[in-house]
C-alpha cells in the first residue's frame, strides 16, 4: 500500500492527452514540493517533473504537472508510442523523514 | 558528467547479510543528500534510507534496524548494509542522489541499478 495514490493505468489514443492523479496528505503533497519520474520498461527512473511543475532540461513541454492541496496531477499531450511507461509521483514527507511515492501508473498509448 | 553505478547485488539465503556500493563520479557525495530507493519484482519504487550532507541517517520501517546507510568520502562511495535479509527484500535497488532543500527535494540523477534476491 503506497503513501501517495495513483491510478494503477490510464490509456489513451495517439495525439491525445492524458492526464495522471496523485492524491497524498499534508505531510507529504500538502506541504512539500511533488515530483513525477517517468521509468521505460527495463530502465531506471528518469525526473520529469520537480518542483510541483517545472521541467528539467531536455524533458518535452508536452509534459505538465500541477497542485492543488493535496493532490497533484501529471498531464501529457500529444501522446506518442515512446511515452509508454510506468510515471509515478513523489514528495518529502515530514512524519517519514523520507520520501513516499505513489504506486505507479502504467500508460499504454493505443 | 553525473554518474552512479551500483554494485554488490546477487542471490543471498534468508538471514544472510549484502553490501551494495554506489560509486559516484562528476560531483561530490558528501556534499549531498544520498538515497537508495528500491523496486521489486513488478512492483512500484519504494524509498529505503537516505543520508544527509552533515551525515544524518534515515531509514524506512520496513528495513530501519537492519539496513544501514554510510558512505567513503575517501571513495565518493555510497553504500547499503544489508543485514537479515528477507524474500521480501528482494527487489533491484537504486542509489539516487536528492536534490533541492527543505520541502523541495528531488531525484535528479539515478544508478542502473543492482539486482538482490534473496532466497534459499
Known amino acids: 500500500q503506497s503513501v501517495l495514490t495513483q491510478p494503477p493505468s490510464v490509456s489513451e489514443a495517439p495525439r491525445q492527452r492524458v492526464t495522471i492523479s496523485c492524491s497524498g496528505s499534508?505531510?507529504?503533497?500538502?506541504?512539500?514540493?511533488v515530483n513525477w519520474y517517468q521509468q521505460l520498461p527495463g530502465k531506471a527512473p528518469k525526473l520529469l517533473i520537480y518542483y510541483d511543475d517545472l521541467l528539467p532540461s531536455g524533458v518535452s513541454d508536452r509534459f505538465s504537472g500541477s497542485k492543488s492541496g493535496t493532490s497533484a496531477s501529471l498531464a501529457i499531450s500529444g501522446l506518442q508510442s515512446e511515452d509508454e511507461a510506468d510515471y509515478y509521483c513523489a514528495a518529502w514527507d515530514d512524519r517519514l523523514n523520507g520520501v513516499v511515492f505513489g504506486g505507479g501508473t502504467k500508460l499504454t498509448v493505443l | 558528467e553525473v554518474q552512479l553505478v551500483e554494485t554488490g547485488g546477487g542471490l543471498i539465503q534468508p538471514g544472510g547479510s549484502l553490501r551494495l556500493s554506489c560509486a559516484a563520479s562528476g560531483f561530490t557525495v558528501s556534499s549531498n543528500y544520498m538515497s537508495w530507493v528500491r523496486q521489486a519484482p513488478g512492483k512500484g519504487l519504494e524509498w529505503v534510507s537516505v543520508i544527509y550532507s552533515g551525515g544524518s541517517t534515515y531509514y524506512a520501517d520496513s528495513v530501519k534496524g537492519r539496513f544501514t546507510i554510510s558512505r567513503d568520502n575517501s571513495k565518493n562511495t555510497l553504500y547499503l548494509q544489508m543485514n537479515s535479509l528477507r524474500a521480501e527484500d528482494t527487489a533491484v535497488y537504486y542509489c539516487?542522489?536528492?536534490?533541492?532543500?527543505?520541502?523541495?527535494?528531488?531525484?535528479?540523477?539515478w544508478g542502473q541499478g543492482t539486482l538482490v534476491t534473496v532466497s534459499s
Open positions: 499534508s505531510s507529504n503533497i500538502g506541504n512539500n514540493a
Open positions: 539516487a542522489r536528492l536534490e533541492g532543500f527543505i520541502r523541495y527535494y528531488y531525484f535528479d540523477y
